[in-house]
């Protein structure tokens, strides 16, 4: 093939900004359709882990994220009612030595404008509403709102949790209330210095955990708190909250906690979904990246790192073989499915852990994190971390894809 490949992506969020800077990157001819008028991103936290820090950097964004994002030396698991510290993993000093990369704090907002950036403006069309998607014998096309028509050589549907081009592709079966909401708020950190602390914080529960971490360069503190819950019946799968609320979901909990919760602002809540893993993420031309093709609990922090290293396989594959397309999706999804699959079933666990209900349950967790630092007080914890020690920036297609396994058994919990 000697022209140009002409890639549709569906959805401009973190995994279809960060395909089509990295199709672009390639000299491949991307567009990018976005249903909103404009970006608006929420004020909350993204925690970008070594392997998502890679594609950063790879993406040419170190800089960026040195400037905008936040350095945490560590994170500290504690006791939801007495505070007390059940376990610390090093972050600042030990992910470099260990996985070659960083672990960052970002705000959302600063990620998504780090990646849009990347992308020529000329091809990012805004209020363009995909609502079907069909693959034709040489081209594949995505059908607008306004009646407009893309012909390319391939469409992605990167278009979030709800995706219109998964339904198309694959029926729809809607994702399923998980039992968890999620609120996030944030609190301007500017008159109340004593709450910035370089280290994050996560505090375990009955039925909950609650993660506080600094970022906008330490001049915001993001608050993500998770409670079970039996339903969701709200219409919209997010709505504006109240500290009120949060409050009253966490009585009882830490007085230190309680006090943080009780300056928090803009306060949202979340009804969180997911689905069972795919078995294939693509037909024909057309396939699915991101929450689109694995829409996952956010309690090992991956979804947007897990989308947007699939958007940076999914552009080397299409590099490599922009003459034989159903090739290209084949190695696609013999690289990604297998660890987005691991990944979205390891958070559900995650969760459980997080969440145990008796305080006996929560004292054996406890002794076993303690059980592991005593027998290696040398030890981050994070040696075997098979999350953090994925490198997309080295896949190599072909022979990368057919002979990458998944690494070792996680050891330690990964900070969330
Ligand atoms: C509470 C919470 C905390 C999280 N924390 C982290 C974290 O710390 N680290 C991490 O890596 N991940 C985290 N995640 C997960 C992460 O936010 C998502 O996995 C990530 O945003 C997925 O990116 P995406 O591009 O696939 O989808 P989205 O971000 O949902 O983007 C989809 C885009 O497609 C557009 N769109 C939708 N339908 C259409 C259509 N029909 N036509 C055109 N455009 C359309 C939408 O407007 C949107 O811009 C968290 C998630 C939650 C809920």
Request: aromatic share 8%; net charge neutral.
């Amino acid at each position: 093939m000697n022209r140009k490949l002409r890639i549709g992506v569906i959805g401009g969020g973190i995994g279809g900004a960060a395909l089509t800077a990295s199709l672009q990157q390639r000299g491949m001819e991307a567009h990018l359709f976005e249903r909103t008028a404009a970006y608006k991103e929420v004020g909350a936290g993204v925690q970008m882990t070594p392997n998502a820090v890679k594609i950063l950097k790879a993406l040419g964004l170190g800089d960026e994220l040195q400037r905008l994002g936040y350095l945490p030396q560590a994170i500290v698991g504690r006791n939801w009612r007495t505070g007390r510290e059940k376990f610390r993993t090093p972050l600042s000093d030990a992910c470099p030595q260990l996985f070659g990369a960083e672990f960052y704090h970002l705000h959302r907002a600063d990620l998504l404008a780090m990646l849009v950036g990347l992308v020529d403006p000329r091809h990012i069309t805004h209020n363009a509403r995909c609502m079907a998607v069909l693959n034709q014998d040489e081209a594949a096309v995505a059908r607008f709102d306004d009646g407009q028509e893309f012909e390319a050589d391939v469409i992605v549907g990167a278009d979030g949790v709800h995706s219109v081009v998964r339904d198309a592709l694959f029926g729809g079966d809607a994702p399923r209330f998980t039992g968890h909401i999620c609120w996030r708020a944030s609190i301007p950190l500017g008159e109340r210095p004593d709450f910035i602390s370089p280290v994050s914080a996560v505090w375990l529960g009955p039925n909950g955990h609650v993660v506080t971490y600094a970022i906008s360069g330490g001049r915001l503190l993001n608050i993500v708190a998770v409670s079970e819950a039996a339903d969701w019946q709200e219409s919209s799968w997010h709505l504006p909250s109240n500290r009120d609320e949060l409050m009253r979901t966490f009585s009882g909990w830490h007085p230190e906690l309680l006090r943080i919760l009780s300056c928090a602002q803009n306060v949202l809540k979340w009804g969180l979904f997911d689905r069972d893993p795919m078995r294939h993420w693509s037909r024909g031309r057309i396939t699915l990246l991101g929450d689109a093709a694995h829409p996952m609990l956010p309690f090992l922090a991956q979804g947007a790192a897990m989308a947007m290293e699939d958007g940076y396989v999914l552009a080397c594959v299409l590099a490599a073989n922009a003459g034989d397309i159903p090739e290209a999706l084949r190695l696609y999804e013999a690289e990604r499915l297998p660890r987005t699959s691991r990944v979205q079933l390891t958070a559900r666990e995650r969760g459980k852990i997080y969440h145990l209900p008796t305080p006996w349950q929560q004292f054996r967790r406890d002794f076993s994190y303690k059980l592991k630092a005593m027998m290696n007080p040398n030890a981050s914890g994070l040696e075997a971390n098979w999350v953090f020690s994925y490198d997309a920036t080295a896949f190599r297609p072909p022979d990368g894809a057919a002979t990458r396994g998944e690494p070792s058994e996680e050891t330690r919990p990964i900070p969330g």
